[in-house]
């Protein structure tokens, strides 16, 4: 345990009448990979939308300790206007990478991701949904974040892919990074994830490390984070 | 990151949909042709009431998809807007826009003045009326943010035009009632109040009118709907959530 990345305490977000999160406590710890479980509609998406300061909470705290903060949505959107490489250039110049830094960073990630860098003097919008999720981890690695969050991180993605990615998560927690992730895909998720949250009807009811969980808990040994959300969500 | 480096994103970002848009040059081409033809056909003169006329549209016409379409497009969910600053984003738009028009406006008019000079006339006289024009187009700009807040892709600035042409009928079909008004805007000589707030009222919908003579002392009200219009667009976006409806 290294400290808190992210606290959220007492967060609520309704849309008129409807409440979507009605209580979000929890904590991400640093260094860690969290992956944040829910049924569909549970307000996985709106809790991290009220997080990132997308949408504005009616009630709580949110606490971010980090210097960095680099953020993956589930399909990623860009303006019909903008072509890869602008997108490249305002994040490099938001973070004041200087060229030589931006070019070691592109080199280093597009390979990993298996992104064709020829497709940047394109139209962002126009590319694969595929391309436009491999473009929009590119676009969060390059500033280095010390806190990623992934809104289904495997959407759109194919096997290959998913196991870059994967492997990507690793050595950015390996580094000292915190990955928050949030998903359907428990079971690409399991042999990662270190903790884990589970928001059901828009309250969040259990958060705990995995691997103690397991181990202190009744599920047996041969569970897993599936079991883990259908004890808590099913 | 610091602020200065937000804002240089900010300002690219403005700059490069503005370009996207090529209304940019469209507005200003258009613009150019009607001066040019009205040169042609009459006189330097009538050329240059054409362009002071005319210009304040290069602000609204620029002024188009500022806000909604962005906020509900899903483009602003991405790692260069968090912590709220996609509000900052849209803030700065319209300044921007309003910049942008004012530099393509002076060099339009610096460009005419010349043209003017080298066939020995000269519109520096007209001066006061070109600074009127710049409060008449920040206007503009004002209120098609403030529409952009309701009105998606353009249609903030075809509410503006159809209203104004609207206007225009309504004063048409009943100008024998309107001589006052009309009378007033000819001389500059206000007989009562009433004719005052008709004109007030004319020129919140065409702010192109205070050109007419030109009514510097209305322009004081065009500053106060342009002050009015980016603090009610201000409060609008500080309000503001990203997402489709």
């Given at each position: 345990?290294?400290?808190?990345?992210?606290?959220?305490?007492?967060?609520?977000?309704?849309?008129?009448?409807?409440?979507a999160v009605k209580k979000a406590d929890f904590t991400v710890?640093?260094?860690?990979?969290?992956?944040?479980?829910?049924?569909?509609?549970?307000?996985?998406?709106?809790?991290?939308?009220?997080?990132?300061?997308?949408?504005?909470?009616?009630?709580?705290?949110?606490?971010?300790?980090?210097?960095?903060?680099?953020?993956?949505?589930?399909?990623?959107?860009?303006?019909?206007?903008?072509?890869?490489?602008?997108?490249?250039?305002?994040?490099?110049?938001?973070?004041?990478?200087?060229?030589?830094?931006?070019?070691?960073?592109?080199?280093?990630?597009?390979?990993?991701?298996?992104?064709?860098?020829?497709?940047?003097?394109?139209?962002?919008?126009?590319?694969?949904?595929?391309?436009?999720?491999?473009?929009?981890?590119?676009?969060?690695?390059?500033?280095?974040?010390?806190?990623?969050?992934?809104?289904?991180?495997?959407?759109?993605?194919?096997?290959?892919?998913?196991?870059?990615?994967?492997?990507?998560?690793?050595?950015?927690?390996?580094?000292?990074?915190?990955?928050?992730?949030?998903?359907?895909?428990?079971?690409?998720?399991?042999?990662?994830?270190?903790?884990?949250?589970?928001?059901?009807?828009?309250?969040?009811?259990?958060?705990?490390?995995?691997?103690?969980?397991?181990?202190?808990?009744?599920?047996?040994?041969?569970?897993?984070?599936?079991?883990?959300?259908?004890?808590?969500?099913? | 990151?610091?602020?200065?480096?937000?804002?240089?994103?900010?300002?690219?970002?403005?700059?490069?949909?503005?370009?996207?848009?090529?209304?940019?040059?469209?507005?200003?081409?258009?613009?150019?042709?009607?001066?040019?033809?009205?040169?042609?056909?009459?006189?330097?003169?009538?050329?240059?009431?054409?362009?002071?006329?005319?210009?304040?549209?290069?602000?609204?016409?620029?002024?188009?998809?500022?806000?909604?379409?962005?906020?509900?497009?899903?483009?602003?969910?991405?790692?260069?807007f968090l912590g709220g600053r996609f509000r900052e984003y849209?803030?700065?738009?319209?300044?921007?826009?309003?910049?942008?028009?004012?530099?393509?406006?002076?060099?339009?008019?610096?460009?005419?003045?010349?043209?003017?000079?080298?066939?020995?006339?000269?519109?520096?006289?007209?001066?006061?009326?070109?600074?009127?024009?710049?409060?008449?187009?920040?206007?503009?700009?004002?209120?098609?943010?403030?529409?952009?807040?309701?009105?998606?892709?353009?249609?903030?600035?075809?509410?503006?035009?159809?209203?104004?042409?609207?206007?225009?009928?309504?004063?048409?079909?009943?100008?024998?009632?309107?001589?006052?008004?009309?009378?007033?805007?000819?001389?500059?000589?206000?007989?009562?109040?009433?004719?005052?707030?008709?004109?007030?009222?004319?020129?919140?919908?065409?702010?192109?009118?205070?050109?007419?003579?030109?009514?510097?002392?209305?322009?004081?009200?065009?500053?106060?709907?342009?002050?009015?219009?980016?603090?009610?667009?201000?409060?609008?976006?500080?309000?503001?959530?990203?997402?489709?409806?």
């Amino acid at each position: 345990m290294t400290g808190a990345v992210l606290e959220v305490r007492g967060l609520a977000k309704s849309f008129g009448s409807v409440r979507a999160v009605k209580k979000a406590d929890f904590t991400v710890r640093r260094g860690t990979i969290t992956t944040f479980l829910g049924p569909n509609g549970a307000g996985k998406t709106t809790t991290l939308r009220a997080v990132l300061g997308f949408v504005t909470k009616n009630r709580g705290e949110v606490v971010v300790r980090a210097s960095r903060v680099g953020f993956v949505p589930e399909q990623p959107v860009f303006f019909p206007w903008l072509q890869g490489l602008d997108l490249v250039r305002l994040t490099a110049r938001l973070v004041r990478l200087l060229p030589d830094e931006l070019e070691r960073r592109m080199s280093d990630l597009a390979p990993q991701l298996h992104f064709d860098r020829g497709l940047l003097p394109r139209r962002a919008a126009a590319y694969s949904a595929g391309n436009r999720k491999k473009l929009a981890y590119l676009l969060a690695l390059l500033t280095a974040p010390d806190l990623l969050i992934v809104d289904e991180p495997f959407s759109a993605l194919d096997p290959p892919a998913i196991k870059d990615v994967r492997a990507l998560f690793l050595a950015l927690r390996d580094r000292g990074g915190t990955l928050l992730l949030s998903t359907h895909l428990i079971a690409e998720v399991e042999r990662i994830c270190d903790d884990f949250i589970v928001i059901r009807e828009g309250v969040v009811v259990a958060q705990d490390n995995l691997a103690r969980f397991l181990k202190t808990s009744n599920l047996g040994s041969e569970a897993g984070l599936e079991k883990v959300f259908f004890l808590f969500a099913g | 990151m610091s602020s200065r480096d937000w804002l240089a994103v900010t300002v690219r970002l403005a700059w490069l949909k503005t370009r996207a848009g090529r209304i940019w040059l469209i507005a200003p081409a258009a613009l150019l042709a009607v001066v040019a033809f009205a040169w042609v056909r009459d006189s330097y003169d009538t050329a240059v009431k054409f362009f002071l006329g005319l210009f304040p549209y290069v602000f609204l016409f620029l002024g188009a998809d500022m806000v909604r379409s962005e906020a509900e497009s899903g483009a602003l969910e991405c790692g260069l807007f968090l912590g709220g600053r996609f509000r900052e984003y849209l803030m700065l738009k319209g300044p921007f826009l309003a910049a942008v028009a004012a530099a393509i406006s002076l060099l339009m008019f610096a460009g005419l003045t010349l043209a003017g000079l080298a066939a020995g006339r000269h519109p520096l006289p007209e001066a006061g009326r070109f600074g009127l024009g710049l409060v008449a187009g920040v206007y503009y700009t004002a209120l098609a943010g403030l529409l952009s807040t309701r009105l998606r892709a353009g249609s903030n600035v075809l509410a503006v035009v159809v209203a104004q042409a609207a206007a225009l009928l309504l004063v048409m079909f009943t100008v024998t009632s309107r001589t006052g008004l009309l009378n007033a805007m000819e001389t500059g000589v206000w007989p009562d109040l009433k004719t005052r707030l008709e004109f007030m009222a004319a020129a919140a919908l065409i702010p192109n009118l205070v050109l007419s003579r030109p009514l510097y002392i209305f322009s004081l009200e065009l500053v106060a709907l342009t002050v009015l219009a980016f603090f009610w667009q201000r409060a609008i976006i500080r309000r503001m959530e990203l997402g489709r409806p």
